[in-house]
């Protein structure tokens, strides 16, 4: 007994110091670097942390290996430019009834096949009557859908072009976020999860990536590559605040000039409501982590047989943590998007978005929660840092090089990729050495 | 009286802390069969999978034709002459009968065509089959299969465990008539039975363990003979 | 029904169907078979899902092209054939020796481990970032061409002059290349693994690893094998990719997905498996991406001519279709078509 105390005494001493060490990394760059790159680093850690929370919510407490992170993001951002942007006038009328039909044909379209598959018994027949009735279906769809989109499309196509949303306060798009990530992984849950762990791995790959085309092509949504820009914020914007007297007479008084008081307010005012998110989720996951659900969610990952065998539904309860999961992933995913202010579906690479919050959780220490927020503060300070360090290294060893040679343009132009290579090798690391990470699952 | 061929000599150990094996004496000679024999969670297993190399002694000695081998694993007792057939899992189920018994002979260099010759002749049903999957074939034919892979590598002794699990009763007196034959080229066999009665009829040696111990030995027909292992153990 | 005009209009629909579906969904399929059957290899041997696969595929064309820069700039040539395939061996060679570095430095502790299938995965998506940045830090992330030698075989113009029909058929040199060398190495993979001792050691390995080592199979000696072959089935795959198409990393990487998706609708560990899924993921990609206006207005009757282009779905979502048929695949029959799980 005594033990266990004290080992969770010195856990909690290792994770305040671990935190205070982060705290100083972040610190240490806005008096090395500008306070202005800190909050930058501290903004998206802090996002970057709520995802690998949820991601931890899976992994660390399930064992699922889920390699979807970037759609379910995507999800998120999706849901920033549905719920705040302002609805483009006329876009709605010109094609919106259509485009909704044919979601709904499209729905009509998946059911029929599923009816066709359940109903009928097995066979060539059974076979190409689904074919048929999906082939049916999609021509209908397509034939349904296309007119409606062009309309939408041509709506102003220079500026909007696209149905818009429905002007509500960004906020609101946090938690819708999450629950359309969700939703998504509901359908994949109910796919893959059951199988061998393989499956679920390439499944959310693949779903992951099938959202990102959407996002990319269905310009009446997304407005694609062409992006979405202007997305209204939560929090003032700088222009409003060196309007404002009492800011700029409060700024003079820290002798700060308004420019950089206003955006160094804006960027705090960020990261203020993005920690309030974290400790608001990091608390509901401390506590589903001790509570009886969290308990038999470890044994089921330590000994699925033997929680099956004692008639645990080892499946439904996966599913369970695979949506919830998600949907925190969903939620960082609006609030990424809340804070560039704009959706760019050509952002999403799955190395950024999906495993480096790998990295960030095993790093951090998988099926702690702490370790999460940690490593994805941690590691997101690094992945900031090591370009320039990388370019730095490149500087260094080049020095001696003539200018103007090849191999020096060379080397210094790729030293951006020095930190693929960085993060690469760091999860190997990790995960051989110290697969428990820095702040170890009780 | 020369020491026996193979001989696991009072053998003390088990997989974890917990000791299953004590003092556990088994051997075999020569052109005989020993059969090990007990009740469920005797360590008959065990015992046999000791003399094999898969699990650690902390006493005790294994010895091959008067060799000491207790220090090699059981890959390179294979290598030093042993033949070992595993209760399940004990063929290459989608390759040809031929293929497995081609992997049999995967450590031996030499020509391994007049050995598989041998072991058509003893299981004439593997000629048969040669070109069909392991794991199309019956559980008796199955069980062939593993003998004879096991047989490829021309072993010293061949190692038997539940060679006769989950096959019916006919089956089962085919396979034991096999397992005579296979004796007779020679092999001193070693093997763990749960069908106690019909093994010890064809046993030369009986070993009853019980608790990891030897709790009778002699041979077969003694022991069936036996009024004290008919009662408690053969069920009268 | 039946008059010459008629079969004539169906001859032309067939040609423009071989020209714009069949051959390139051939082609396509050849290298996704060809990836896939690697993924498989892995699995079957190692028991896991190499995330590295795509970028190893990337690694091994990187090496290629840039032999082939020098070869080119040295005037070395095949003549008609494309120079790539006078340095593949070397991109082979290179392959390998990353493979096995990679094999020693990481997944080889985790083999003496007996780790569980899921922590390689997350090695292998280590080594992939790895392999990533090697990548893109000597070639850079941009779109590279290396084909050169006979553009056609066939071409349209020649097609059209020989037949006398309206509509012509080509093909590509590095089309009919990728389908012989497909076929080629394909045999060659199939008789080392049912005709020689090393193959069938293998074979034994991924069927039950408990008795090959029991038999005195080396698993050091099976796994460094595979990685060979694994090394050899990257590189040639993503050479034929190349050439046919262009080279980019990051399309390497998405290939990952169409090639998973094969490997899982033939059975994961069955190679055969892998080749009837790369072809079912590249015909149905291609049937269900291509514009069928053209065909159909042949094959059709003038009053039923289509007026839409009649494309089931934008090529932006060919993905999509591999990932609809691993989804139905996975719902319907997980271990595939052909029993997976093993070579």
């Known amino acids: ?42 903004g998206l850690g802090l996002i970057s942390s709520i995802m690998a929370l949820g991601l931890n919510l899976q992994w660390g407490f399930a064992g699922l290996f889920n390699v979807g992170v970037m759609g379910f993001a995507a999800l998120g951002g999706l849901a920033a430019v549905l719920v705040a942007m302002p609805p483009t006038p006329g876009a709605f009328a010109a094609g919106g009834p259509r485009v909704a039909l044919a979601l709904l044909l499209g729905a009509a379209t998946v059911g029929a096949g599923l009816f066709v598959w359940r109903k009928l018994p097995s066979g060539a027949l059974r076979a190409l009557l689904v074919f048929v009735v999906v082939l049916v279906g999609l021509v209908l769809f397509r034939r349904v859908l296309d007119p409606g989109v062009a309309a939408i499309e041509a709506v102003n196509p220079a500026s909007t072009g696209y149905l818009g949303g429905f002007g509500l306060p960004v906020l609101i798009a946090w938690p819708v976020g999450g629950l359309l990530a969700a939703g998504a992984a509901w359908l994949i849950g109910k796919t893959a999860l059951g199988l061998r762990s393989d499956y679920l791995a390439i499944a959310t790959l693949g779903i992951a990536e099938i959202i990102i085309a959407v996002l990319k092509n269905e310009d009446w949504l997304t407005r694609g590559v062409k992006n979405v820009v202007g997305i209204p914020r939560p929090v003032p914007y700088e222009i409003e605040l060196q309007r404002d007297p009492a800011f700029v007479e409060r700024a003079a008084s820290y002798g700060l000039d308004p420019v950089m008081a206003s955006t160094l307010s804006v960027k705090l005012l960020y990261a203020g409501l993005f920690a309030v998110v974290l400790l608001v989720l990091l608390v509901l996951s401390q506590r589903a982590l001790n509570s009886p659900w969290g308990r038999m969610m470890r044994a089921i990952r330590d000994n699925e047989t033997a929680a099956a065998a004692m008639g645990k539904d080892v499946t439904a309860r996966h599913l369970q943590v695979f949506v919830l999961g998600s949907a925190i992933i969903g939620v960082a995913g609006a609030m990424l998007t809340t804070l560039d202010g704009q959706l760019t579906p050509g952002s999403y690479q799955p190395l950024r978005f999906t495993f480096l919050i790998w990295i960030m959780v095993i790093v951090g220490g998988s099926g702690n929660n702490f370790g999460s927020v940690l490593g994805g503060l941690l590691v997101w300070w690094l992945w900031v840092q090591v370009e320039p360090m ?21 080397l210094l132009a790729s030293a951006a990729y020095m930190r693929l290579m960085t993060m690469g090798v760091m999860l190997l690391i990790v995960l051989r050495f110290s697969p428990r990470g820095l702040l170890p699952e009780r | 009286m020369s020491a026996p061929f193979l001989i696991g000599e009072n053998m003390t150990g088990g997989y974890g802390a917990a000791d299953i094996l004590h003092d556990c004496t088994i051997a075999v000679d020569r052109g005989e069969i020993a059969v090990i024999v007990g009740p469920n969670g005797a360590g008959k297993s065990t015992a046999m999978k000791a003399v094999f190399g898969m699990l650690n002694l902390r006493k005790g000695a294994v010895r091959l034709d008067g060799e000491d081998i207790g220090h090699l694993t059981p890959q390179q007792r294979v290598v030093a002459g042993m033949g070992f057939v595993p209760q399940t899992a ?147 | 029904m039946g008059d010459a005009a008629s079969d004539i209009q169906l001859l032309n629909a067939f040609i423009v169907f071989m020209n714009f579906v069949g051959i390139p969904a ?9 990836g896939a059957l690697g993924l498989t290899l892995v699995y079957g041997i190692l028991r896991f899902s190499n995330f590295a696969h795509g970028d190893t595929m990337a690694f091994g064309t990187m090496i290629t092209i840039l032999i082939t820069w020098g070869f080119q ?101 590095t089309q009919a290349l990728t389908v012989v060398t497909a076929v080629v190495v394909v045999a060659l993979l199939f008789w080392f693994l049912n005709r020689t001792r090393t193959g069938k050691s293998m074979r034994a390995f991924s069927d039950n690893e408990d008795l090959a080592l029991l038999s005195g199979i080396d698993p050091e000696r099976v796994v460094m094998v595979t990685w060979l072959i694994v090394a050899a089935l990257a590189t040639i795959a993503g050479t034929l990719y190349g050439l046919d198409k262009t080279f980019k990393p990051f399309v ?43 065909v159909l207005t042949y094959a059709l009757p003038e009053s039923w001519e289509p007026s839409g282009l009649v494309q089931l779905l934008s090529t932006d979502y060919k993905l999509a279709v591999s990932f609809a048929l691993l989804v139905v695949v996975l719902l319907i029959k997980p271990t595939g078509l052909f029993k997976g799980q093993s070579l």
């Open chain 1, 1 to 42: 007994m005594s033990t266990r105390v004290q080992s969770s005494g010195a856990g909690a001493v290792r994770t305040l110091l671990m935190f205070i060490v982060v705290a100083g990394l972040i610190i240490g760059t806005g008096f090395v670097q500008s306070w202005n790159t800190a909050l930058v680093i501290l």
């Open chain 1, 390 to 410: 990388g370019l730095w290294l490149m500087q260094v060893v080049t020095s001696g090089m003539a200018d103007g040679s090849a191999l020096k343009a060379h």
């Open chain 2, 90 to 236: 004990n063929v290459f189920t989608l390759m040809t009968v031929q293929e497995n018994l081609e992997m049999g002979a995967f450590i031996r260099t030499d020509d391994i065509s007049t050995t598989m010759e041998e072991v058509f002749e003893l299981f004439p049903i593997l000629r048969e089959k040669r070109r069909q999957a392991a794991g199309e074939l019956s559980g008796g034919q199955r069980q062939q299969v593993a003998v004879g892979r096991a047989l490829m590598t021309k072993p010293k002794a061949l190692m038997l465990d539940e060679p006769t699990a989950g096959v019916s009763p006919i089956v089962m007196d085919e396979l034991f008539d096999r397992i005579i034959d296979v004796a007779k080229t020679g092999i001193p066999i070693l093997m763990v039975e749960q069908n106690a009665r019909q093994a010890l009829a064809i046993a030369d040696r009986g070993y009853v363990l019980v608790q990891g111990a030897n709790a009778h030995t002699d041979t077969g027909e003694a022991l069936l003979a036996d009024p004290e292992v008919r009662r408690s153990f053969l069920g009268g």
């Open chain 3, 26 to 34: 051939i082609t396509y399929g050849s290298q996704l078979a060809l």
């Open chain 3, 73 to 173: 700039s040295m005037g070395l040539s095949l003549g008609p054939l494309p120079t790539a395939l006078l340095a593949l061996p070397f991109g082979i060679a290179a392959t390998a020796i990353w493979l096995l570095l990679t094999d020693r430095v990481v997944y080889r502790f985790y083999r003496r481990q007996r780790a569980v299938p899921v922590i390689y995965l997350i090695a292998s998506a280590g080594v992939m970032f790895v392999t990533n940045g090697v990548v893109r830090f000597i070639i850079g992330p941009a779109d590279q061409r290396f084909t050169d030698g006979e553009r056609f075989v066939v071409s349209v113009r020649e097609f059209k002059a020989m037949t006398g029909l309206p509509e012509g058929l080509a093909i590509k040199t």
């Open chain 3, 252 to 294: 390497y990487f998405q290939l990952l997905l169409p090639m998973f998706a094969a490997a899982v609708i033939g059975g994961l560990g069955s190679p055969l498996g892998a080749i009837a899924g790369g072809y079912i993921i590249a015909f149905a990609e291609v049937i269900i991406t291509y514009a069928w206006k053209k």
